[in-house]
């Protein structure tokens, strides 16, 4: 799932950390492709992050996708203890044993 904040944000940093450029372009061609993409307004963005303002958008667009799980290993995301508002906010590792139904996490 994807708004244009996200999509832009995802571009600006990948570009920030020189990424070739057809790999952007593939990527993004793929994630618009593949991905849903959801309208996110300037209401609905809240300031629940403060430490890094630009991850607000993407909780925004995770609540208004109805999106079940924010998969992210950035530290701003723990101020909210591991959920906001019914989105669930997990690691890599921990999404993996989620969806492969794993009962005993590593």
Request: glycine share 8%.
């Amino acid at each position: 799932m994807y708004s244009d904040g996200t999509l832009a944000e995802v571009v600006e940093k990948l570009t920030a950390k020189e990424t070739d450029a057809t790999i952007v372009v593939r990527y993004v061609a793929d994630l618009e492709r593949l991905g849903e993409h959801v309208v996110v307004t300037p209401e609905d963005v809240m300031p629940v992050i403060p430490a890094d303002p630009d991850d607000d958008l993407i909780i925004a667009c995770a609540v208004v996708g109805k999106a079940t799980h924010i998969v992210t290993y950035d530290p701003h995301y723990d101020i909210l203890g591991g959920e906001y508002r019914g989105v669930k906010i997990v690691d890599g590792l921990h999404f993996l044993h989620l969806i492969r139904g794993d009962h005993e996490q590593h």
